[in-house]
């Protein structure tokens, strides 16, 4: 690790400014949840990418948010377990799912695995919405226990009540995740998940199973977005399916990813710290209904103009992989 | 001449002066006094705009009725109205803020749980009163949460229901066709136990996702399972498949009967003549009313109007509810010479006993209302008229045109 | 009368209807390559735009028919001139981007139409058919007819027309129909706007047979790929059997189960599709 290039430089100045804000905007509330939820959202659009590094355009990744938040309900509401120990495990349904969906769309690329993946969507929906007996079926579970109180270097932190608590804590676990994320792009592994998505013949050539990679790119994937589903349900305190299990959940990571840049590191983030508190903040007093448009025009425009994604618009790191 | 025209000169100063003070003593306190402010969250945006902002509306009027009789103790009100797109993420978003930057003295508004359940949440942890202008579902009042009050219930829809069935229609054998929403869900559920516990026997259940577009073919399964009457728990569009296909192929059903989106004027412009004889439960409408509340019903009524340029409707009647129940508490609090805390709010609308033309408001330990009880009604003759309970029906049931 | 004839009915009845829903998709992706996320959310425009003239012009329902498929043609010709412009990989392409269009309008139906439920709802009489001892809404059978009409006369297009068998040649071989001298640009052209008049006819029939809201275009287009896949590209007649197969097991799955498995149905069936047929539905393997 010789000099500090510029990008770098600016990685750990949005990070710092990330963590500072809040002290400077104290009383700013509203600010702190909707930055706490672009944070989750970004948690999400990084897991969603790790599987898009391998070539596939996922149009179903809320089947893996909605078994998180599912898994890890049940477990709180059933044995009365924290949801430190719940979301981790809960994530794990969301695995399972990913294992199925491997086997099945083994011979999928492309079109048709997105279609697959749109499609998918509606058996764990379906089967939590029918499922009386365990999840009590449409109605939802209710009085989730919220994120645990807990006492760090002697400040103790209010995660589930304290809003600005939970922006450090969601700031956090994005941050681990996007450790994940540069580790997916800048290894080996990352190398080869590249030459997968660029040219499955070659990669076949050089003795890669692409099957099998890019299954373990979806139980990262997977697991990452059903831990970032149980956080939601242990934040809000309730699921229903209607709201786990939904379209918007699984096209904001794509247009986070794609309009950030897929390839970048910090792209999802970048996309989902740009956009999300734009809808929020700006575009919804102005237009109460129908702000959400915005995700739709801004991938129309990133798909002609930029297909890269703005991150590509950054100066890139001397080293590429 | 002079001294006299100075004289009245000094005199009219006088007066002048008086006048002045006089006028200055009336409306300088109140120009000088602490607007109360009043937090309001309804979802006026996404798939739930429009309940929500018809219970916008009710609770508007009611501030607007305060402030002019002058405020509450003299003070007037003002209403902060946030939206939550329908969605709970935002709704806790602009609770904090109410709460925090705002520093409103109460919360009000709310359509379904989802939305209401992380309001109340931000209310009892921050000690703040919120009267929810809907809200059915049980497990939202369970917990103790002493600064939480609703002013609907399942069971003020469920009860009656389930005793007209047994009672006047005496129906046995019955089924039950419900959404998958959790408000819908649930209200199949609590009807089922009840209508056991009473010995009938519901037959066939089954659930659509709203946007299922035809019935017809669970429809089919009730002549051979001998049902008697219909029960369903969708809305307004779903019933009006509903009706259609009923009427394009007619079961030998007694009765169908549906607590949501049927006793509505506009259901029954829309349906026409093929809406006779259909029951629905209905809470308050501009010519049903609790009796004894009458005058304050008609003035709610032409005063929505004259504001509004449109018929106010139960929904708009639960918001501007909620919305009096929070005045009056802090009316209360007010006049006692106290600080307005939430905890004296909460404690005065936990004593609170209103006479209002939707229900006598009055909570129980839950912050449930005590007294809500819908009314059955049925359409006759393309009105609505009250058939259940005997105490306010305003006319008998008509078996023949019930019929389907 | 036997239970199953108004099940059976009710399945063709809804059969058709999808039937009719897919047609237009799978002229356009066969053609022009395009996979049109959006298509149920234009068959929306168009019966918000029947619902309009229906409820404020008391237009009759079959100018309606004729409005709404002229006006949707206006709208699928420039969206030809937009997804041409993409770069490769052009079908992942106009998945996403069609997503957004998606996205888009699913908005603008929120801003215009609000989240309100729309029915038209013209009163059609009660067909009998005495030796069955049955009788059915004729809106059912006029479905049924009209399915079988459109997809006759697309057939015939497409086997009896010059223009029929150029698009043919494009559907089974883009690059050899290039190579045989035929402009395919031009013939995407068409056959956007040939998909614009069955999108614009699906609309006003949506709008009667089931309810419009912003987010119902979503099943629209599931059902609309469902079939095409089923049906294989430029294979007319197997769209009809197709949607007919899957609005019976619709029909079938909701009297044995109930309405609750409902949506689960067409999402099995394209699983199950995909499954067998990884390749989707060229008659090529695509890289």
């Not at chain 1, 600005?164 to 681990?176: E, S, V, W």
């Not at chain 1, 734009?278 to 575009?283: D, G, I, P, S, T």
């Not at chain 2, 004289?7 to 607007?35: D, M, N, Q, S, Y």
Request: glycine share 10%.
């Amino acid at each position: 690790m010789g000099k500090i290039n510029s990008s770098q430089l600016a990685a750990a100045a949005g990070v710092l400014l990330l963590a500072v804000w809040p002290l400077i905007f104290r009383n700013q509330v509203q600010f702190h949840q909707v930055l706490g939820m672009t944070c989750l959202y970004a948690i999400l659009a990084l897991a969603w990418n790790i599987y898009a590094l391998s070539g596939a355009i996922s149009l179903g990744h809320t089947a893996f948010f909605g078994l998180g938040a599912y898994a890890s309900a049940l477990l709180n509401h059933h044995y009365h377990w924290s949801p430190l120990c719940t979301m981790p495990l809960g994530a794990l349904a969301a695995v399972v799912f990913a294992v199925f969906w491997s086997l099945g769309f083994r011979r999928l690329r492309g079109v048709y695995l997105g279609l697959a993946s749109l499609a998918a969507v509606e058996i764990p929906k379906t089967i939590v919405d029918n499922w009386d007996q365990l999840t009590y079926g449409s109605m939802g579970i209710v009085g989730l226990d919220r994120l645990p109180t807990l006492t760090i270097g002697g400040v103790e932190m209010d995660f589930g009540l304290n809003v600005t608590a939970q922006y450090y804590l969601l700031l956090g676990i994005m941050l681990l995740a996007l450790l994940l994320h540069w580790k997916c792009i800048r290894s080996r592994w990352g190398w080869t998940l590249r030459v997968i998505r660029e040219n499955e013949t070659a990669a076949a050539a050089l003795g890669i199973d692409s099957n099998r990679e890019r299954a373990k790119a979806l139980m990262l994937s997977s697991y990452l977005a059903g831990i970032a589903g149980a956080l939601y349900a242990h934040i809000m305190g309730l699921v229903e399916p209607a709201l786990v299990f939904n379209l918007h959940l699984s096209v904001l990571p794509l247009v986070f990813s794609i309009f950030g840049g897929s390839t970048m590191v910090f792209g999802p983030v970048l996309g989902a710290l740009i956009l999300y508190p734009l809808e929020q903040l700006f575009l919804m007093p102005l237009f109460p209904m129908g702000h959400s448009a915005l995700y739709g025009l801004v991938i129309i425009l990133t798909i002609f103009f930029f297909p890269k994604g703005i991150a590509a618009w950054l100066p890139a790191p001397p080293k590429s992989v | 001449m002079k001294p006299n025209i100075s004289l009245a000169g000094v005199w009219l100063r006088k007066i002048a002066c008086l006048l002045a003070l006089f006028i200055l003593g009336t409306t300088l306190p109140l120009a000088a006094a602490e607007k109360i402010r009043l937090g309001e969250i309804d979802p006026l945006s996404g798939h739930l705009a429009k309940p929500g902002q018809e219970i916008h509306q009710g609770i508007l009027y009611a501030v607007e009725e305060a402030n002019a009789r002058g405020g509450v103790a003299g003070r007037p009100v003002e209403l902060i109205s946030r939206d939550d797109q329908s969605k709970p993420e935002v709704a806790v978003n602009q609770a904090q803020d109410l709460i925090f930057r705002q520093k409103v003295t109460g919360l009000v508004g709310g359509y379904v749980d989802s939305l209401v359940g992380p309001i109340s949440q931000q209310a009892a942890r921050n000690r703040v009163p919120y009267v929810a202008s809907a809200s059915l579902q049980q497990s939202i009042a369970g917990n103790k949460n002493p600064y939480f009050f609703r002013v609907s219930r399942l069971e003020g829809v469920v009860e009656p229901l389930c005793r007209f069935l047994t009672q006047t229609l005496k129906t046995r054998r019955v089924a039950i066709l419900h959404a998958a929403t959790p408000g819908s869900s649930e209200f199949s559920d609590s009807v089922q136990a009840h209508l056991r516990q009473a010995g009938s026997e519901v037959v066939l259940e089954d659930k659509f996702r709203p946007g299922s577009p035809d019935f017809s073919v669970f429809l089919l399964k009730l002549p051979p399972a001998r049902v008697e009457a219909l029960i369903s728990g969708g809305f307004y569009a779903d019933n009006l498949i509903l009706v259609r296909q009923l009427r394009e192929r007619p079961l030998g059903l007694k009765a169908f009967i549906a607590p949501w989106g049927v006793a509505y004027q506009s259901f029954i412009d829309e349906v026409g003549p093929a809406s006779e004889g259909l029951f629905g439960a209905c809470a308050w409408d501009p010519g049903i009313t609790r009796p004894g509340t009458e005058k304050a019903s008609q003035a709610f009524v032409a005063g929505f109007r004259k504001k509004f340029r449109k018929e106010p409707n139960t929904t708009t009647m639960h918001g501007y509810t909620s919305a009096r129940a929070l005045l009056a508490a802090i009316e209360q609090v007010l006049q006692g010479a106290g600080q307005l805390t939430g905890e004296a709010v909460s404690r005065a609308l936990a004593h609170l006993d209103l006479q209002l033309p939707m229900e006598r408001l009055a909570f129980d330990a839950h912050g449930d209302p005590r007294y809500y009880q819908q009314v059955i009604v049925q359409i006759q003759k393309q009105r609505l008229v009250v058939v259940y309970p005997p105490e306010r029906a305003r006319g008998r049931v008509d078996f023949s045109l019930a019929a389907r | 009368m036997w239970v199953g004839t108004p099940v059976i009915f009710t399945g063709l009845s809804l059969g058709s209807f999808y039937a009719l829903i897919a047609l237009g998709f799978s002229l356009i992706l066969g053609i022009a390559r395009a996979f049109n996320l959006a298509h149920g959310e234009m068959i929306l425009l168009s019966g918000y735009l029947a619902f309009v003239l229906w409820h404020y012009f008391q237009v009759p329902f079959v100018f309606i028919l004729l409005i709404c498929s002229l006006v949707l043609v206006w709208v699928t010709i420039p969206l030809n001139y937009l997804l041409r412009r993409l770069p490769e990989p052009y079908g992942l392409n106009t998945l996403i981007v069609t997503l957004g269009l998606a996205l888009l309008l699913q908005n603008l139906f929120l801003a215009w139409f609000s989240a309100d439920y729309r029915l038209m709802t013209p009163a059609w009489p009660m067909v009998n058919v005495p030796w069955l001892n049955f009788s059915f809404p004729l809106h059912q059978g006029v479905l049924i007819v009209l399915a079988l009409l459109v997809t006759g006369a697309v057939h015939l297009l497409l086997q009896g027309t010059f223009l029929g068998k150029a698009l043919r040649a494009t559907i089974q071989d883009r690059e050899a129909a290039q190579m045989a001298g035929i402009n395919v640009q031009r013939l995407s052209l068409a056959a956007f706007g040939l998909g614009g008049l069955l999108i614009g006819l699906a609309g006003p029939l949506f709008a009667q047979n089931m309810y419009l809201y912003p987010a119902a275009g979503v099943e629209a287009t599931m059902i609309a790929i469902v079939v095409t896949i089923f049906a294989g590209l430029g294979r007319i007649r197997n769209i009809l059997l197709g949607g007919w197969l899957l609005g019976l097991t619709q029909s079938a799955t909701i009297f044995a189960l109930g309405s609750r498995w409902r949506e689960l149905v067409s999402a099995v069936l394209l699983l199950l599709l995909l499954y067998f047929r990884p390749q989707g539905f060229s008659l090529k393997k695509e890289g």
